[in-house]
């Protein structure tokens, strides 16, 4: 069994309100040191690995499914679950 | 200026039906070797440290906004931004 984390978060150049809320909140509360704030999903799954290569199976996971590839961009670690 | 990545994940006690979902759906599309998936949420700041140690102003910032306790649990990493 692999350990997998993926992370999935707004291109550069796509606008994100959630991460504007949560910094405007932050402010109000007085955390005026966290200028900027950007929000993105987290995936940690438990992967058996089957014959395909196991890079290939999850980057056309998050192609097809976990990643909006028009506005986001994802990136992914493979890690064994006795280093995890 | 200091770049923060900070992962909020559900306690292990606490369901994910949303990870439920998306494990569903993969296994339609014919990913089965994907076994599990948990959800979190994923925040990258820019932080400019003022006078209190960055760590605390962190934790205090996902402890009362970032992450909810009662079922969450939160991570950070403190990277700068030349190495970011």
Same mark, same amino acid.
């Given at each position: 069994m692999v350990f997998v984390k993926v992370y999935v978060t707004y291109k550069e150049s796509v606008l994100d309100p959630q991460g504007e809320a949560v910094k405007g909140a932050l402010h109000r509360m007085g955390y005026s040191e966290i200028e900027e704030v950007r929000i993105g999903k987290y995936f940690e799954m438990q !992967?058996?690995?089957?014959?395909?290569? =196991? +890079? $290939? !199976?999850? +980057?056309? *996971?998050?192609?097809? =499914? =976990? *990643?909006? !590839?028009?506005? $986001?961009?994802?990136?992914?670690?493979? !890690?064994?679950? $006795? +280093? *995890?």
């Open positions: !992967v058996n690995p089957g014959t395909r290569p =196991l +890079e $290939e !199976v999850i +980057e056309e *996971a998050c192609d097809q =499914l =976990l *990643a909006n !590839v028009n506005m $986001e961009t994802y990136r992914f670690e493979i !890690v064994n679950t $006795e +280093e *995890a």
